[in-house]
């Protein structure tokens, strides 16, 4: 179960290669980047898109809190380790780049955000990456591997490198992880000491041990609308001398567990179990291990509790492909809900900004004055959560506001659903939902008839 110990001498080496910032410089261009930095550039240049900086990590060591790097095309072979807080790293505006090397964000550098990158960890020392040490820190829209060399998501320390609050992993594909043949120690997201980590809406596969494993101590995390397939196992609820307590797995697709189970939980001889673990409504199947059941759910050493879980093959589109979207007969789309079709890491970047954050529905189709009308809809979690208020906003004839009818919380599936009497003027009324100013639906011409 434990994890390879951490070189303290490499660790040590690494937090002393980090650079002085320069002074502040912005992009002449290239949207919402501050410094730039390409394979053409120079550490000596300012940062600008006439003279690019060379490496990532002087890009890093470049910015100051609020302020956004971007990597033109190309390769960025060097590990990096961020130390300044508030800051974000991610392509330049219409391009692919690649961070190969250990990625390490040291404890008080919150608030950093890695986003549309493809992240390969492969580094001499063997050492998890990305490793989170820090607050708040958000990973989206990645390609995450590092060719089976070793763990990739190391979340927290139990030891002395800093405690983890509050990860973000949406969105991203992590996939080959852990040295093969498997050895039980390798991972692609190990949540050790954290409060609060969100994992959400990735592709999570191929790994040679857990996809997920919570342990030792992993507090309060979620796990929602992610596929975990094909890893040697699923998701995993343990501690040692501590434990892990309020974790909530609901709302994934978790199948073909290689060596053990989809879900399990472990606890050696003195530790206590783990309290208030939930997995819910995921849909599992596991055809190489039934001894815990077909849907390869294992409750033998306790800890957690399954309920409402759905046993299904999950109908992938192509899963020897790696496109693990939901086709529309898969049984498992209602557990998913707006994750069946959601494409994570850098493909999925573009598609999840270019759609909708809200979509709204109205019956019948044609209201009626006075009656009571239906008003559905669906948001999109990745980017409305789970317990947001939606509001239905109408504007009528002869209006030049909206007017909220009233709200509803989005539901674990994404869905929102309610139903009011409405009482319009004129023969038609526009129909809009709204979560925020930047999640917001189309609007809708709705027909009105007396």
């Not at 930095?37 to 690019?52: K, L």
């Not at 800890?303 to 192509?318: E, I, K, L, R």
Request: overall charge positive; aromatic content about 4%.
């Amino acid at each position: 179960m434990r994890r390879r110990s951490i070189s303290n001498s490499l660790l040590a080496a690494a937090a002393a290669a980090a650079l002085l910032a320069p002074a502040s410089a912005s992009a002449s261009s290239g949207a919402h980047c501050d410094r730039i930095a390409a394979p053409n550039g120079s550490d000596s240049a300012t940062g600008t898109e006439a003279a690019p900086l060379r490496s990532a990590q002087r890009l890093v060591d470049s910015l100051t809190s609020g302020q956004t790097g971007c990597l033109r095309s190309g390769s960025y072979d060097q590990s990096v380790t961020v130390r300044r807080a508030g800051i974000t790293v991610r392509p330049y505006p219409g391009e692919r780049a690649t961070l190969k090397g250990r990625l390490w964000i040291a404890q008080g550098a919150d608030s950093v955000t890695f986003e549309g990158l493809k992240l390969d960890g492969r580094n001499s020392g063997e050492l998890p990456s990305p490793t989170v040490n820090a607050d708040d820190a958000t990973f989206r829209h990645n390609d995450v591997t590092n060719d089976h060399t070793a763990i990739c998501f190391v979340v927290g320390s139990s030891e002395s490198w800093g405690r983890a609050r509050r990860t973000v992993i949406e969105s991203n594909r992590i996939s080959r992880c852990g040295v093969m043949p498997a050895q039980n120690h390798d991972h692609g997201i190990y949540v050790e000491a954290a409060d609060d980590t969100r994992i959400v809406g990735n592709w999570i596969y191929d790994n040679a041990d857990r996809g997920v494993q919570l342990y030792p101590d992993a507090q309060r995390t979620t796990v929602t609308g992610n596929v975990i397939d094909g890893n040697g196992q699923g998701v995993i609820f343990s501690g040692e001398g501590t434990t892990s307590n309020d974790n909530t797995v609901e709302g994934n697709v978790i199948t073909n567990s290689q060596i053990r189970f989809n879900i399990e939980s472990y606890y050696p001889s003195g530790t206590p179990l783990g309290q208030r673990n939930t997995a819910t409504r995921n849909c599992v199947a596991n055809p190489k291990r039934t001894d815990a059941g077909p849907g390869g759910i294992d409750l033998r050493e306790g800890g957690f509790t399954a309920s409402a879980n759905v046993t299904a093959d999950p109908a992938f589109s192509d899963r020897a492909g790696k496109d693990f979207r939901l086709t529309p007969g898969s049984r498992c789309r209602r557990v998913m809900g707006s994750y069946a079709e959601a494409v994570p890491g850098t493909e999925g970047l573009g598609a999840m900004r270019r759609g909708r954050a809200l979509r709204i529905s109205v019956r019948p189709r044609v209201v009626r004055r006075g009656a009571k009308t239906l008003f559905t809809g669906r948001a999109d979690l990745r980017r409305v959560r789970k317990g947001s208020r939606v509001k239905v906003l109408i504007k009528t004839a002869g209006s030049k506001r909206y007017r909220t009818v009233g709200s509803a919380r989005v539901k674990a599936n994404g869905r929102f659903a309610i139903r009011r009497r409405v009482r319009p003027r004129g023969r038609t009324i526009r129909v809009m939902a709204a979560a925020s100013s930047r999640a917001r639906s189309k609007t809708l011409n709705v027909r009105v008839r007396r």
